[in-house]
């Protein structure tokens, strides 16, 4: 099994953040690079301590990483796995913790097709509608599940060099295909999203003064960033569409049955929606104490 | 201004407990009598001691109550507003905590027709997924909205003295007809709870495994009781149509959106949710300061 000695972390964020904070408190990485557009946020996480170096330029940055973790949106990835990977040394292996993987993975392994330097695709699942290192927590990833991709290209030390580095940061690792993984956050994530950022829209300002905790909670993804959802939604399309339709069929049933007054088929629809939750609150928990 | 001196709680639950709870905390009446079905739950309120009292018996438990609130299902309000005012004393007030008001209020105003007992409608929302005295809390109700339904039929000092009960409990109290309060919550509640039951029961069982807190708040009122919600959302059904309309629309403009690869609508539409429920932040703060 491989482990990481440098870890460099391209874009440190919410999720960076977390990562470079997690490393420390875990000791699961001798150093950590944090690289950096902006001299603002550099100085923000150094002062938080979420990496042990900062710099503002890739090249410098990467060039002794044993791994390199992009933390950035999901648009930005590709062409900073190219950036990267042209000034990592031989072996080095470049992961991510973008939303959507068929779409990235296919791009950073046809950009580093005949290079030494490795991918492999990965998906903390632990954000937050929060951006910024200051909302960065070194707990963020505990219990959380983290999904690792593997492709026909996937070379089996790097991968699992990958897997334990997550579990080393308390995720609860899952090994699948990018094309797994994109169905399945589709439905548990994307979808989520969708409705949320729908009912969000649709309530009239107005009734706004009597929202309460249950607006709050069913909208709280509402308030995660637009342009970097937009890319994620529309970078996982064909299984959006897919869960979309799923969820039209449910939510289609319950208003049908309120409008034709059918008591027992609004109950069964609601009691077969807890059902679902009460199985999701206990893998959850289980994977919390696991 | 009217005072209560002593108040009946029929159903002493998650809501009825945190009044109970409440009034003794801030000393807002003399004496709390609990109505019980069970004594199970009986032993558990005094246990908690969120009433002073607790009697099996409506006839008992009401006929020295100045203030008399039902605390129990929707569906079962109307019978227990006939019963409890066979036993109240003459001028005394019996208000309820539905989540529907149109369906109660007119029921309720229709079987006291007459009588010298009066019905003021409530609706504090301040519920969670939660049920049952043990999850009853004395500060449950403070800085929520809290609506008092005004009809044609609707006595001042009524009114004042349960708007004035309900802001002694440190609720923030608006008052609105009925038909007001149904159209309000059909879409601030009743439309999250349609949405996120539609969510929870939309989602295949395997992928529950990698759900994590986007799934887990957007879901979380899909764990409310079906009964209860059934004849919620069956009593408002005009308005929850109009609601659901609203959200069909916004839905179906993301939807289409990612379908037509649209990004800069997909954006919009994002963009325009978040800041709705910016607007809804900001007077959720401005309403707990206040």
Tied chains: 1, 2.
Excluded at 230 to 249: P, R, V
């Amino acid at each position: 099994m491989r482990r990481f000695k440098k870890v460099a972390i391209i874009g440190v964020g919410l999720i960076g953040g977390s990562i470079g904070l997690a490393i420390k408190k875990r000791k699961a990485a001798g150093k950590v690079i944090g690289i950096f557009r902006r001299r603002r946020t550099l100085r923000k996480a150094l002062g938080r301590k979420a990496v042990d170096i900062g710099v503002m330029d890739i090249a410098e940055g990467v060039k002794d990483a044993d791994l390199i973790i992009i933390g950035s949106p999901v648009s930005s990835i590709p062409a900073l796995v190219a950036r990267a990977a042209k000034f990592a040394k031989p072996g080095a292996v470049i992961t991510d913790v973008g939303s959507t993987k068929a779409y990235i993975v296919a791009r950073a392994e046809k950009l580093l097709g005949g290079s030494r330097v490795n991918f492999v695709g990965s998906h903390p699942m632990a954000g937050s509608e929060k951006t910024g290192v200051e909302s960065a927590r070194g707990d963020l990833l505990e219990g959380s599940p983290c999904i690792v991709t593997r492709t026909k290209n996937t070379g089996r030390a790097d991968l699992s060099g990958v897997t334990s580095f997550w579990r080393s940061l308390g995720a609860n690792v899952k090994v699948m295909s990018p094309a797994e993984h994109d169905e399945a956050v589709s439905l548990v994530s994307h979808l989520p999203h969708i409705v949320a950022f729908s009912l969000a829209g649709a309530v009239p300002p107005d009734a706004l003064e009597y929202a309460a905790e249950g607006f709050k909670d069913t909208t709280r993804v509402a308030s995660s960033d637009p342009e970097l959802w937009a890319d994620i939604l529309l970078t996982n399309k064909s299984n959006i569409l897919k869960a979309a339709g799923l969820f039209k069929k449910r939510y289609g049933a319950i208003v049908s049955a309120i409008s034709r007054d059918d008591r027992r088929r609004v109950i069964k629809e609601l009691a077969a929606a807890g059902r679902k939750r009460e199985i999701f609150l206990n893998r959850l928990h289980g994977n919390k104490k696991a």
